[in-house]
């Protein structure tokens, strides 16, 4: 398992040395990137797609319509008749935005995630585009996971998907990776209502907050053998992986069974590969394998950082890992780091008690 060279695609290349790993936490990859850009409230919307047909770009002013995990709908300015564009095919996107919008991304960059959300709840009310209104309910779900608030994180992410079910966002579903343990009462509650749902999501949220509990781990665990054959290939993929955290709980997992998570990681679609990372660093974590645990936990927080807790929850034992190899130097670069890129969070303030700074 390797991770990839800055500015290659993913893909089995040379891993990054630890001691570039600032550089490596803002990889440029090819990925879709959304750039909200500051216009008047009139201005025409832009879009850049990729050619259907060779290497070029295609640039459109125009009015988006509607965005989706699936396409882009819009309406070009000779025409009013509206188009539509695979999804695949958008690089980037520029619109206006409003005031609270642009706020609440700017606190979230901050770390100031409750006011943050209070911005972003503001921008929900305000914003009368239901496809900007996706963008900002992801925002919320983000800033509900990074204040352990699953509850919300796991309703707001549902509204996501009743939406748009082929949602671009998918990757901010608020799973359970390494616990709790033992979820709050609130969050039992919950878990339970989203296990008996109709949806397949809905049920994947509910396993996976009652996999660790006692009362209701077996029906968890039928519900993700289901699930682990759902159509959807996101949820298929996610509960299998889910699955996997079952298996830890052996204490008895084998090299040949790691290395066919990560054949099986590699297959997924790449929004969605952060927590089966997480759990790969597990594996190799309970293997003793300090230096494959490492690597698998630093895909999280430098690829796939759509679960901001998770992220630095990766970050910071990336950097036991690193520690454990008598590598303290590269170990205490990565504690710094998690403590400037997730202020006011348990593995911050972990990170600092160990570097005996303040957070």
Not at 144 to 149: I, K, L, R
Not at 275 to 295: C, I, N, Q, S
Not at 300 to 316: C, F, G, M, Q
Not at 322 to 332: D, H, I, P, R, V
Request: hydrophobic share 40%.
């Amino acid at each position: 398992m390797q991770l990839p060279s800055c500015g290659q695609k993913l893909g089995r290349h040379k891993p990054p040395a630890f001691g570039d790993h600032r550089r490596w936490l803002w990889l440029g990859l090819a990925v879709v990137v959304v750039v909200l850009s500051a216009h008047s409230a009139g201005a025409a919307d832009r879009i850049v797609l990729r050619a259907s047909t060779g290497s070029g770009t295609i640039t459109l002013p125009c009015q988006i319509v509607d965005w989706t995990g699936r396409e882009i709908t819009v309406r070009l300015r000779s025409s009013s008749e509206p188009k539509k564009y695979p999804a695949e095919q958008v690089i980037a996107v520029e619109t206006s935005k409003g005031r609270r919008h642009a706020l609440g991304e700017e606190l979230y960059r901050q770390g100031r995630v409750a006011d943050a959300q209070r911005a972003f709840e503001e921008a929900l009310r305000q914003e009368p585009r239901v496809w900007v209104r996706r963008q900002i309910l992801a925002m919320l779900v983000r800033c509900a996971v990074w204040q352990g608030d699953y509850v919300a994180a796991g309703e707001r992410f549902l509204a996501l998907v009743r939406s748009d079910p082929m949602t671009q966002y998918f990757g901010t579903i608020p799973l359970a990776w390494n616990g709790p343990s033992s979820a709050s009462a609130a969050l039992r509650s919950r878990a339970r209502v989203w296990l008996g749902n109709s949806s397949d999501t809905a049920r994947l949220l509910g396993a996976s907050f009652l996999l660790t509990e006692v009362e209701a781990q077996t029906q968890a665990h039928e519900v993700l053998k289901e699930l682990a054959r759902s159509r959807d290939d996101r949820v298929r993929s996610l509960a299998r992986a889910q699955q996997w955290r079952a298996r830890l709980q052996s204490g008895d997992v084998g090299r040949l069974e790691l290395a066919h998570w990560e054949e099986d990681i590699e297959r997924m679609p790449q929004g969605i590969r952060g927590g089966p990372y997480f759990v790969l660093g597990l594996g190799h974590e309970l293997r003793r394998e300090f230096d494959l645990a490492a690597t698998a936990y630093l895909w999280v927080p430098l690829v796939y950082d759509e679960n901001p807790r998770l992220a630095a929850h990766a970050l910071l034992r990336a950097a036991e890992c690193l520690a454990k190899m008598g590598n303290s130097s590269a170990a205490e670069r990565l504690q710094r780091e998690v403590i400037a890129r997730f202020p006011k969070t348990k593995f911050a303030e972990t990170a600092a008690s160990r570097l005996k700074l303040t957070p």
